[in-house]
Structures are given as structure tokens and as C-alpha cells.
């Protein structure tokens, strides 16, 4: 162990702490739409916005094809930690996996998007927004990592 080895980790832990603060805090206090008209604020193209805010709403049903691709891939014997298959192969089945699972939630997204469409929905409604008052939880979580980073910059 060296001192610059120690200095890499606790800055990466420090980074690793503001990265899940940040999640934590947006995710308790804004709502999935307010983020979505966030995003359209900043100028990110609305059907990609609308995309991901259709994939999220799916995630139960993502749960389920996961399972799906689990029990096919146990019937077809596929074991991540058998020791005779290469890693390679098996790091590339899981990634396949994964795209698989992702590329069914854009569709499925997408689906729902173009029905919307089709039922009258465009681009020309009156959005609205929500204000959100942050919580005691939220201001408790915040100070404790910040105690955190400032006792991990201060004593290691």
C-alpha cells in the first residue's frame, strides 16, 4: 500500500459519495416528469426524452423478460461461474443479455409512444410543473456524506 494508492482510493470514494448523493437527492425530490421537462429546458430532443420517460415507466415488465432470459439461458444449462467456458464467451453472453433487455424497453417505449400519437397526443400540450419541497430525510443523507468526504479529505 502506498500513499498515492491510498490518496487514488479515498478520492474515488469521495467521488463515488457525491455520485450516489446526487442520484439519492434528485430521485427523492423531483419526479420522473420534472426531470423529463428538465431535459426538454436544456434542449435534449423531445422523443428522446419521451423514450426514456415510456422506458422507465416499463421497468416492472423489464423485471419480468429478465427472469425470462434467466430461465432460458438455466435451461440451456448457462452457468456464469462454470470454470470450462472462457471468460470471453460468457462476459458476451451477459452483454447480449443486457442489449436484449435494453433494446425491448426502447421498443416497448416506442410502442407506446406512436400510440399515444395515435390517440392525439403531440408535442403542442401545455406542460405543467411541480415544486417539491426537500424532505428532513434528504437535508439528513446530504450532511451525513458531506461528514463523510470532509472526514475522508481531512484525516486520510
Keep these: ?28 425530490a423531483t419526479r420522473l416528469r420534472d426531470m423529463v421537462a428538465a431535459a426538454d429546458r436544456i434542449g435534449i430532443p423531445r422523443e428522446f426524452t419521451l423514450l426514456l420517460s415510456m422506458m ?28 470450462d467456458v472462457s ?6 453472453q451477459i452483454g447480449n443479455s443486457m442489449s436484449s433487455i435494453f433494446i425491448r424497453s426502447y421498443e416497448q417505449g416506442e410502442r407506446t409512444y406512436i400510440s399515444m400519437l395515435c390517440r392525439g397526443y403531440g408535442s403542442g400540450h ?28 481531512l484525516y486520510v
Excluded: P
Design 1 to 28: 500500500m502506498t500513499y498515492e494508492g491510498l490518496a487514488f482510493g479515498s478520492t474515488l470514494l469521495a467521488k463515488f459519495l457525491v455520485c450516489i448523493t446526487s442520484i439519492v437527492l434528485l430521485s427523492s
Design 56 to 83: 422507465v415507466r416499463y421497468l416492472f415488465l423489464f423485471w419480468a423478460v429478465l427472469k425470462r432470459i434467466r430461465i432460458a439461458q438455466q435451461t440451456r444449462l448457462f452457468d456464469i461461474w462454470n470454470k
Design 87 to 92: 471468460r470471453k464467451w460468457v462476459i458476451e
Design 126 to 153: 401545455e406542460k405543467s410543473y411541480y415544486r417539491t419541497k426537500i424532505r428532513t430525510w434528504d437535508v439528513f443523507f446530504l450532511l451525513l456524506s458531506a461528514g463523510c468526504m470532509l472526514y475522508i479529505h
